[in-house]
């Protein structure tokens, strides 16, 4: 499993405990695509409140092995958007922190939710299209000071909530998605429908850094930004 966690202000902090750490993973991903037989694939559609994200902002690489993600917005002011009902208002403060997220629909053909891209939602997280949410990275706005962070410059972040990561074939879903929800893993990668979410999580508490990890806001929530990817091929 790839996965990229990044704390950052205009000077981001790596974090060791938080998981394996990529400051320029924009252009590893960019290096990465020069690979014959990988496809990038930029957002068909962006949505949220306020409106930050834009389909030029989000892009997945598609290669047979698995996808990786990059996507950005700037950093928006806190409690200036929608929080997903679990985080208390004395949270809505900096530095807040975001995850990002994939809903990977392996089979969209087989999706009902829509007759007009994006074919998938929710309901379709069955046996015919095997869908499941993976975690792809995490990234705190606005952080000043860590106890035993190590200060990398990246001015490339300033201002701008960036993650980026990925995952491949075989690696498993989240297993606390929906009660009744099928959970698979990725299996199509070049033919599989992609919405990206981006999750608010409010304050970050270093203490608690894994809830990172933790699905944050319920589809149709509007709580979260996303971006719905169709497949090239």
Not at 3 to 13: D, E, F, Q
Not at 84 to 95: C, K, L, N, V
Request: aromatic share 8%.
């Amino acid at each position: 499993m790839r996965r990229t966690i990044a704390l950052a202000t205009s000077v981001p902090l790596m974090l060791a405990a938080l998981g394996p750490t990529v400051l320029a993973a924009d252009e590893a991903m960019m290096a990465e695509g020069q690979q014959a037989d990988m496809v990038e694939n930029f957002a068909q559609e962006a949505f949220g409140t306020p409106d930050l994200l834009i389909p030029e902002n989000a892009m997945i690489e598609r290669g047979p092995d698995g996808l990786t993600f990059l996507v950005m917005i700037p950093t928006p002011e806190p409690g200036s958007y929608t929080y997903p009902e679990a985080i208390p208002e004395e949270r809505h403060a900096a530095p807040e922190a975001f995850s990002g997220w994939a809903a990977v629909f392996n089979y969209p053909e087989h999706c009902v939710t829509n007759s007009e891209p994006p074919f998938c939602g929710g309901e379709d997280f069955n046996d015919q299209v095997k869908g499941g949410l993976h975690n792809f990275g995490g990234y705190a706005s606005s952080l000043t000071q860590h106890g035993g962070g190590e200060i990398i410059l990246d001015e490339a972040t300033d201002g701008m909530v960036v993650l980026s990561g990925g995952f491949d074939v075989g690696d498993p879903p989240r297993d606390d998605m929906p009660e009744g929800a099928v959970r698979f893993p990725l299996e199509n990668p070049m033919g599989a429908e992609v919405h990206v979410i981006i999750a608010p999580h409010g304050q970050l508490d270093l203490a608690n850094a894994a809830e990172l990890y933790t699905p944050m806001g319920a589809p149709g929530c509007d709580c979260n930004w996303v971006a719905t990817f169709i497949p090239t091929q």
